[in-house]
């Protein structure tokens, strides 16, 4: 078993996949694919260029200035609350 192998066995087993040795020279060849746009990406200068959160730059007209306005006190907001812990709203567990 070559390299290639052994990292996409141990890559599968990682993440629940299991790769049947007859499918292995098709992952391969689809490894091989991707790392060949990953060295495309590599070869990209990218020195001096300041990231970006998108890929095109959008003119945000309809966002407004934050501004600080009245607070409502923690008891207030509290008492409205079915269950109340440690000065917090309590809430049912949602993540397993």
């Given amino acids: 078993m070559n390299e290639k192998e052994k990292l996409l066995k141990r890559l599968a087993r990682k993440t629940m996949f299991d790769i049947q040795n007859q499918e292995m020279n098709e992952f ?34 309809f966002l407004r200035e934050d501004e600080s306005g009245i607070a409502l006190k923690q008891e207030e907001v509290l008492k409205n609350a079915k269950s109340v ?12």
């Fill in 28 to 61: 391969i060849n689809e490894y091989d694919r991707f790392m060949s746009y990953v060295d495309m990406l590599e070869k990209i200068e990218t020195k001096g260029v300041m990231p970006l959160a998108f890929p095109y730059e959008i003119e945000t007209s």
């Fill in 85 to 96: 812990m440690d000065g917090q709203m309590k809430v049912p567990k949602v993540v397993r």
